[in-house]
């Protein structure tokens, strides 16, 4: 039995808003009864356990209360009320200038951010190469953080994090800084801590991130937890409460208010196909008015890697009041042998707000012949010159 390295039991959190508060002294003196203040939630009745090995990601609108959550379990904050309970060692990348000194060096904010997880200067001193290895700002360390980029600055917080080998990471939508290259290495990182059996907490804003990562996924709203459990109904849910749509039970599950994604079909039937053939699918879409925006597709590896991305950007799909049929052609498919998850939606013309998604609408079953391996066939010539 795996044991729990997490449990938040009914928490909330409240802080105090001041309107109209006085500035001075002398204002307070003159005006004394005038302003008033009001308690604000920022979570309300949060619940949830976390065990050894498992990746939890969560995701929500800006202001929903994920940093707060993550401030809570981190003991930056202290909740109003509920407990939180922590079994093992937690490291923790909180948003960028949370953490280290802005006066002080890299080297000294490395020592004390160890200090601070309760590792001895001898115990700092044996991995300390390997925390600047990883951060590659060898150059700088000597230099107080205040002159640091923010991609330095996260090179370093996550190099420290990750060395110090916790039980528990709590990562803050830090992986969004810094060049693409890092992102690769830290996510690498992450993967091999989830190997190695520990629990990885993880906010991010990239619904990606969140597939290819984590177990399971949490949706927070204003505060309240709207959803825990498997990552695609989670995202589901995440992208339908994106323009503020709050369906009924009765609901599609794969719409937002006005534009219903009904189904998914193939002349056929089947969506099983070989490699490096051609496909026809036909998307089935509702629409309550008129509405002209992108169509998107998406194909993703049953482990959550993104495999392609496309977007009619330029060629936006004009839906008439009533039934419309999207029709997408494949000419060529060069998935190797795998079974791939589609994703399916309509955005608006700027490609910034999703009028209605549609999570795993269909599966392709691809079967290739050959003796590849991999994701994708290259029709590599190789030959010796």
Known sequence: MKTTVVDVADVSKSFKIHYERHQSLKERLLHPRTGHSEDFSALADISFTMEEGETVGIIGHNGSGKSTLLKCICGVLQP????IRLRGSLAALL?????????LSGRDNVYLYGTMLGFSKKRIDQIFDDI??????EHFIDTPVKFYSSGMYVRLAFAVAVNVNPDILVIDEVLAVGDERFQAKCIDRIRRFQQEGRAILLVTHSADQI?????RAIVLESGHMIANGDVADSLRIFREHLLGDTPSNEANEHHSADVHID?????????DVQSGASMHFDVHITSATAYSGNFVLEIFTRAGVLVSRSDSQGAPINLRPGHNSIGIDLPNIPLLDGVFDVNVGVVDPRGS???AWGEKVATLQVTYGGRQGGLVELDATIRQN
Do not use: Y
Request: aromatic share 8%; charged share 15%; hydrophobic share 40%.
């Open 353 to 355: 707000n999703v009028k």
């Open 95 to 103: 948003e960028l200038g949370a953490g280290f000194q802005l006066e």
């Open 263 to 271: 189904s998914v079909t193939t002349p056929t039937g089947s969506f």
């Open 211 to 215: 597939r290819a990562l984590a177990s």
């Open 80 to 83: 109003t009320s509920g407990e």
């Open 132 to 137: 600047v290895a990883f951060s590659e700002i």
